[in-house]
């Protein structure tokens, strides 16, 4: 989701800068600037102009781009597995909305922020550039796979596939329908919107595993 014309990046950025915040001011800068031109085709002297500042104060708080990229991913991170975990609350008790709460989680995210979006999964940095951002990261997929734990509770042990494939193949389904269908990729058009093509994707696979029903 764009912000308000009102409150642009920059500005705040600006004052975050003017209130000692200028490591935030970057990352919101470079949130922006990922978004637009994607996680390659921005320099640190682009972010720190457009955060007001000099382009040395940039190597005050990251070492290059790509440390600072890895920021704006840990922070995504946070947000996402917040959201994850909220998803998974709002449908509790049953197993079923819980688990299929967290798969349109995944694509709210994707549209709301999508400065953090590309930062994690389309920049190519590593969730294990840092303890911290392989903390956060390992969080948001726990809540996914506590997910699929409890769902698959309610399939025979003998058919049961472990938890951590079952919730895998969810996320690359969910991930899969954001790149192709809900970031307007060229020549990807669908007549379905990713809401219905995920919830269609998501329901075929658990009456594949004899989750819900036929009719359902």
Known sequence: MRRSARCPTSDMAKRGYHHGNLRQALVEAALDLVRDKGPTGFTLSEAAKKAGVTPAAVYRHFAGREDLIAEAARQGYEVFADLMQFAY?????????????????????????????????ESGISVNRTPELAAVAQRARDVLEKAATDLSQHI???????????SAHIWAMSHGVVELFARNSPGTQSPFSPEDLLESG?????RGLGLIGADN
């Not at 049953?94 to 953090?116: I, K, Q, V």
């Open 202 to 206: 998501i329901g075929v696979y658990l």
């Open 89 to 121: 609350d709002s449908g509790q008790p049953s197993a079923l909305a819980a688990f299929e709460a967290t798969g349109r989680a995944y694509l709210a995210f994707a549209r709301r922020y999508p400065g953090h979006y590309i930062a994690m999964f």
């Open 156 to 166: 025979p042990p003998e058919k049961r596939p472990p938890a951590a494939m079952f």
